[in-house]
């Protein structure tokens, strides 16, 4: 299993940029790296998925280093209604096996104002 | 695109009757169907993946004759809880995944669930 690694929470103001490291330090090779971001009794929703180098998509940037056994998810220009509970997963279908998609503890972001 | 639903999103029952909750994949064909259950504060912990057509696979710890998953067609699979009881209490999401997108799973609303 490519266990994660996560910061339990994390603070930061309106109009920053926030970078939410993941450690993965036994990813497989045909692993690929999600992150959801969670409201309360809500279902995660999707916000970008890499396999390596960058991602960028309309809400965030994804960079994952040559070594892959970490990721950074990057958040610019916050807002209070990003204040929400960040995962990363690791893992891939093709291997056959949900069980390598393990959902670690992820990471409480609250924006302040 | 992509959308998952979840139907009920909240139920309330007595202790030993059965609930069931039905997942949806609204506009993609989901092959496969993964059950969750979180509760508060916590991460989300696996229960089961099913495949449609075929009996579903269950996480170690997980009774299957509890949780007794059916994923009758490409679009909808369903879990019930039988003999409900109060410690099965919890917030259970669903999420699907369809061939025609890549490694990603896309997750229902939730459905909350109190076993009085």
């Known amino acids: 299993l490519a266990k994660t690694t996560q910061p339990i929470s994390m603070d930061s103001y309106e109009g920053q940029e926030v970078n939410i490291t993941c450690s993965h330090n036994?990813?497989?090779?045909?692993?690929?790296i999600t992150w959801y971001q969670q409201f309360p009794s809500q279902g995660p929703r999707f916000i970008i998925q890499?396999?390596?180098t960058k991602v960028t998509n309309e809400v965030a940037s994804l960079f994952i280093p040559a070594d892959r056994k970490s990721s950074t998810l990057s958040l610019p220009r916050v807002s209070l209604s990003d204040t929400a509970v960040y995962y990363c997963l690791v893992g891939a279908f093709s291997s056959g096996s949900a069980r390598q998609l393990t959902f670690g503890s992820g990471t409480q972001l609250t924006v302040l104002p | 695109g992509a959308v998952v639903s979840q139907h009920p999103s909240r139920v309330i029952c007595k202790s030993g009757t059965s609930v069931k909750i039905e997942c949806r994949s609204l506009d993609f064909q989901a092959t496969t169907m993964f059950w969750y259950r979180q509760f508060p504060k916590q991460s989300l912990m696996l229960m089961a993946t099913s495949n449609e057509g075929s009996k579903a696979t269950y996480e170690q710890g997980v009774e299957k004759d509890k949780f007794l998953i059916n994923h009758a067609s490409l679009t909808l699979s369903t879990l019930t809880v039988t003999s409900a009881h109060p410690e099965d209490s919890s917030f259970y999401i669903c999420s699907a995944r369809g061939q025609e997108v890549t490694d990603t799973q896309y997750f229902g609303p939730g459905t909350r669930l109190t076993v009085l």
């Open positions: 890499g396999y390596k």
């Open positions: 036994n990813i497989a090779t045909n692993d690929y």
